[in-house]
Structures are given as structure tokens and as C-alpha cells.
């Protein structure tokens, strides 16, 4: 397909940084759940954005941190996992986070990485005045040479096509990998337990959310429901 673009997108960063929001917000489509508990995302989860000149298969992946458990070592392998052969990678920064030594140790994990990065600087939404974002992003731009950066609200329409249009620009011209309607590679028994989750850490607080795991035990579909029984 001539003029087609294609590629694959990690995007990667500390937690609670807005991945997951980012990544439904450019499928177009909830392929992730979200909390405002670090740790939500336990695996890399892939979304695809499919245009009428592009395709974009993102891949979100856990918040960067020290691993100290079992979990979190697997969280973190998951994340080096995602670095590999990739046409772009997505850093995403917390605009509302003052950074300090654990974003400069997160961001190393692009240091033997070939894949070009854009710094996204996010939650524009939550602060009082743009230009308190510029010190943040001035930081990041110190420790990695980005390709570019551009600060975003992963809530605005607009600013998600502004990323969108940024990220199809630096793609190479490549098949449809999958079918149009396509836009995620997670089951639906998968997306089931992980809205059950969801809302789980919406509603627990202290140890009890990171505890959680979720088994679906039946199944049941008829015409008009889904009948899922879960422990």
C-alpha cells in the first residue's frame, strides 16, 4: 500500500505517569484499565490505531521502579521486553511531579536502546499555568537525547491527534498488520478480569489492591448477556 505507514509504539515510563489513559485515549477504545494506584499494569498490553493512511500498534507497559518482589521483577522484564525492535518509544513524565533521582534512574533504561524517543510530558490538565511543565521538561531533556517532546493532556482530543500525527510522521512505510476492527490482542476473558481489577483498586486502599488476582470461573454467553462468574 503505497503512502501506508506502520510501526510499532511502547510507550514506557514511572508509574501513575498516564499510560494506560494515553494508550486508550489513542486506540480510541478501552483496551486498559486505569487507577490511580502505581502498579496497575501488570503486563505489556497492546492497542492498535488503525487510519485510513496508518497503523499504529502501541504497547503499554508497567511503571518503570525498583523491583523488589517477585511481581515486580516480572513487571520490570516485561518493560526491557517491550524496548526491543521498536519503531518509536513513548516517554511519558508526570507534568504534576516535581522529578528527582527515581525519574533520572527510570529514564537510564533508554540508555542501550537504538529505538528514537519522544518525550511526552503529560497531565497539562492538572496544573494551573503551562510554563510550570517547561522546568520538567528541560529536566528529561538532560538525561536522554529525544527526539523530540511535546506536552500533552492525555484527556484532550486534540492534543492526543496533535501525538497521533507526530508519531505517524516518523513511521515507515509498511503492511496493515491487522484487520481494521482490530484493537487489541488481549481476550475478552482477560479484559474481564481486569475490569473486575479495576475496580477492586478503585475501592481498596493500603496493601489490599497489589494482592488482587482475578480468575474467571464461568462463562456464560447467550444472546443478549454475558453472564461471568469470577473469584
Request: with cysteine.
Amino acid at each position: 500500500m503505497s503512502g501506508f505507514v506502520s510501526g510499532f509504539v511502547s510507550i514506557l515510563g514511572r508509574p501513575n505517569a498516564g499510560k494506560s489513559t494515553l494508550l486508550n485515549a489513542l486506540v480510541g477504545s478501552k483496551v486498559a484499565i486505569v487507577a490511580d494506584k502505581p502498579q496497575t499494569t501488570r503486563s505489556a498490553i497492546q492497542g492498535v490505531y488503525t487510519g485510513p493512511d496508518c497503523q499504529i500498534v502501541f504497547i503499554d507497559t508497567p511503571g518503570i521502579h525498583k523491583a523488589q518482589t517477585a511481581i515486580g521483577k516480572r513487571m520490570m522484564h516485561s518493560v526491557r521486553s517491550s524496548l526491543d525492535e521498536r519503531d518509536l518509544l513513548l516517554y511519558l513524565a508526570d507534568a504534576t511531579v516535581q522529578p528527582g533521582e527515581p525519574d533520572r534512574d527510570a529514564v537510564s533504561i533508554l540508555r542501550h536502546v537504538e529505538s528514537p524517543a519522544i518525550l511526552l510530558v503529560n497531565k497539562l490538565d492538572l496544573i494551573e499555568n503551562a510554563e510550570r511543565a517547561l522546568p520538567v521538561i528541560e529536566f528529561y531533556r538532560g538525561l536522554h537525547p529525544f527526539v523530540d517532546f511535546l506536552p500533552i493532556s492525555a484527556q484532550s482530543a486534540s492534543d492526543v491527534a496533535k501525538l497521533r500525527d507526530l508519531i505517524r510522521a516518523r513511521l515507515p512505510e509498511g503492511p496493515q498488520y491487522f484487520p481494521s476492527d482490530h484493537v487489541t490482542d488481549q481476550p475478552a476473558r482477560f479484559l474481564a478480569t481486569e475490569l473486575v481489577r479495576e475496580r477492586i483498586l478503585q475501592e481498596t486502599e493500603q496493601e489490599v489492591p497489589h494482592s488482587v488476582v482475578v480468575l474467571i470461573d464461568t462463562w456464560e454467553e447467550s444472546d443478549r448477556l454475558i453472564k461471568i462468574f469470577a473469584t
